[in-house]
């Protein structure tokens, strides 16, 4: 992915080194971990785990709270503020077609655990969205993770994970989260759950149509870099996962959708670049083709 010439945002908050306030509510240890990214991974709503402000991001290597920050993230930050950059010159054009004004969205890295508008919240829950400071958390570590555990490398496969967030922005912006949650508060389990797939895999889509118009406008794809991509939203699927940390896979459970579906949504967005390409709660009413 050609990512390094380009414009960095100066919407990047630097937590790293901070010490948040009060421990998550669920216990500790490995299964605590494989909860959290079963439950959340990827975007999902913050609120539904148990549970300082900042200027922009300064010396390299330096946390928020001037502490020293491992030095090998210092490319993933560099790389992260780009991406953010570019999602930032793709929506609004695409969001005042909708008459709406795109305010562009902080994202803020954080180390080990972090304090948002929506709680606290560990790093293993993976990155989120929180609607109510309307800003993206991420823990660099989350890339090794992407890596080694699964097996989703590359730099468009981190791309994607920023994207995904950027969509939740994306969907609050429109009203859709406002909605969503509304309605899953009326609903049962199953169907709150099913609800939430609709959300997340519009999400996906949204990241899909930022890497259509990245690439129409800005040609910063390579070669294997849609592959990554692809490869990025089948490994973090919920039967994937599920089959991963139980050997079992329970749908009605699912909360973000399984790999076929992320993978065919987001594809959808990459490959159509439009807003009403990545209808996921028509398409599932029956009012639009899947």
């Excluded at 468009?156 to 994207?163: E, K, L, Q, S």
């Excluded at 609800?195 to 390579?222: K, M, N, T």
Aim: glycine share 12%; charged share 25%.
């Amino acid at each position: 992915m050609k990512w390094q010439g380009g414009r960095r945002s100066s919407n990047i908050e630097d937590r790293r080194g901070m010490r948040a306030g009060r421990p998550l509510a669920v216990g500790g240890g490995a299964g605590a971990l494989v909860l959290a990214l079963l439950f959340m991974l990827f975007g999902g709503d913050p609120e539904q785990l148990p549970s300082g402000s900042s200027g922009p991001s300064g010396q390299v290597g330096i946390g928020g709270s001037g502490a020293q920050v491992d030095p090998a993230q210092a490319e993933l930050e560099d790389f992260v503020s780009v991406i953010l950059a570019d999602t930032e010159d793709t929506w609004p054009d695409l969001l005042a077609s909708q008459g709406v004004r795109y305010a562009e969205p902080r994202l803020v890295l954080f180390s080990d655990a972090v304090e948002s508008s929506c709680g606290f919240q560990e790093s293993a829950v993976g990155p989120f969205y929180c609607p109510l400071d309307q800003r993206v958390y991420l823990d660099l570590t989350f890339f090794n993770e992407l890596d080694r555990r699964f097996d989703a490398p590359g730099d468009f496969a981190r791309a994607y994970v920023v994207a995904h967030e950027v969509g939740h922005h994306v969907q609050n912006l429109l009203g859709i989260s406002d909605k969503v949650h509304s309605m899953r508060g009326r609903m049962g389990q199953a169907d709150a759950n099913a609800l939430s797939v609709l959300q997340e895999l519009q999400a996906d889509c949204f990241a899909g149509i930022w890497a259509h118009h990245a690439q129409r406008q800005r040609q910063v794809l390579e070669a294997g870099d849609v592959e990554e991509g692809l490869n990025a939203a089948s490994a973090i699927g919920d039967d994937t996962l599920q089959r991963r940390a139980s050997g079992r896979v329970m749908p009605e459970s699912f909360t973000h959708g399984s790999s076929e579906q992320r993978v065919r949504w987001f594809r959808r967005g990459l490959e159509q670049g439009t807003l009403e390409a990545c209808d996921t709660f028509g398409a599932a009413s029956g009012k639009k083709g899947r």
